[in-house]
Structures are given as C-alpha cells and as structure tokens.
Nanobody, 125 residues
Framework: QVQIVESGGGLVHPGGSLTLSCAAR????????VGWFRQAPGKDREGIAC????????YYADSVKGRFTISRDNAKNTVNLQMNNVHPSDAGVYHC??????????????????WGLGAQVTVSA
C-alpha cells in the first residue's frame, strides 16, 4: 500500500520551467513503478513520463521528450518531474501514479493501482 501526494504545481510562463514532486506518505516509493499522467479539460488522462522500479529506466511520451525529466530521490521518498521549455499544451492536472505489481513502468493509466489527487499546472504568459 502506498499513499501518493503530488506537489509543485502552479503558474508557469511558456518556455519556463516547473518541477513537480510525487511523495509517498506511506510505503516506500522505490519499490514502485511510477508514472506522471496529465489530464487536460475534456481530454483523457495521458501518460507523460514514467520510471521503473527494477532498474530506474525511464520512458516518455513523444510530446515531452527532451523537455521533461523524471527521476527518483529515494532519500526523500519522492519521484520528481522536471518540466523545461513548457508549452501551453502542457497545462492540466498532473497525477502521480504508482504500482508495485510490475517493475518496468508503463504509460497507460489503466495499469496503475495508486494515484494522488493531482497538481494543477497552468501555463500562461
């Protein structure tokens, strides 16, 4: 069991940077594959980036490759998403999702058992 809390959302200008953090209030996040998923109004929840529990390998949606970086900070029991060169289309509610039943992470929301309430990211000039 793991309880997920996202933080770090807010307002960012196009081209700016923002860092989101996924914290485990219970459980050890290092044991879980973790993904970041974005949901914009009227759209399905989209897999953005994920990091595996087996070897910490990472995978990214094509739309964010080269701009976003997902990483673990095991000392803080967190998984972070560094967002650089933010586009207006990056706006939405970002959810951190975790699952211990698979070690190689996936970018499909339906595969994960746990997620938090989300962090709002607003992109505006």
């Amino acid at each position: 069991q793991v309880q997920i809390v996202e933080s770090g959302g807010g307002l960012v200008h196009p081209g700016g940077s923002l860092t989101l953090s996924c914290a485990a209030r219970s459980g050890t996040l290092d044991y879980y594959a973790v993904g970041w998923f974005r949901q914009a109004p009227g759209k399905d929840r989209e897999g953005i980036a994920c990091i595996s529990s087996s070897d910490s390998s990472t995978y990214y949606a094509d739309s964010v490759k080269g701009r976003f970086t997902i990483s673990r900070d095991n000392a803080k029991n967190t998984v972070n998403l560094q967002m650089n060169n933010v586009h207006p289309s990056d706006a939405g509610v970002y959810h951190c999702e975790a699952d211990e039943s698979f070690t190689r992470c996936k970018l499909q929301h339906s595969e994960y058992d746990y997620w938090g309430l989300g962090a709002q990211v607003t992109v505006s000039a």
